[in-house]
């Protein structure tokens, strides 16, 4: 599956930002999907993961309570939606796909990657 990410741009400090990914395919659906973002000199890191139907998710504690994750598999689109930002927020954001809810947190259990959007947050 192809997936294209947009959505970032640059924000102030509290402001809020959502980002958004598209799949290819309409078996969207079948894919657990994740956001990471990876900030220059750190490593990628896990943010948020919505389960196939939708009805589970999780998110880093860096973030929860500020950022929510939702799919509409009608438009084949993931979306995080992003409160409250801070300048540590600041990252190339990346959408991906896997086949498991298991390694929903481990990158490296997704097969699938879209290209990262950037989201600047100024203070």
């Known amino acids: 599956v192809q997936l294209q990410a947009s959505g970032g741009g640059l924000v102030q400090a509290g402001g809020s930002l959502r980002v958004s990914c598209a799949a290819s395919?309409?078996?969207?659906?079948?894919?657990?999907m994740g956001w990471f973002r990876q900030a220059p000199g750190k490593e990628r890191e896990f943010i948020a993961a919505?389960?196939?139907?939708?009805?589970?998710?999780d998110y880093a504690d860096s973030v929860k309570g500020r950022f929510t994750i939702s799919r509409d598999n009608a438009k084949n689109t993931v979306y995080l939606q992003m409160n409250s930002l801070k300048p540590e927020d600041t990252a190339v954001y990346y959408c991906?796909?896997?086949?498991?809810?298991?390694?929903?947190?481990?990158?490296?259990?997704?097969?699938?990657w879209g290209q990262g959007t950037q989201v600047t947050v100024s203070s």
């Open positions: 395919e309409s078996t969207f659906s079948n894919y657990v």
């Open positions: 919505i389960s196939r139907g939708g009805a589970r998710t």
């Open positions: 991906a796909a896997t086949q498991a809810y298991s390694g929903r947190a481990n990158p490296l259990e997704y097969a699938y």
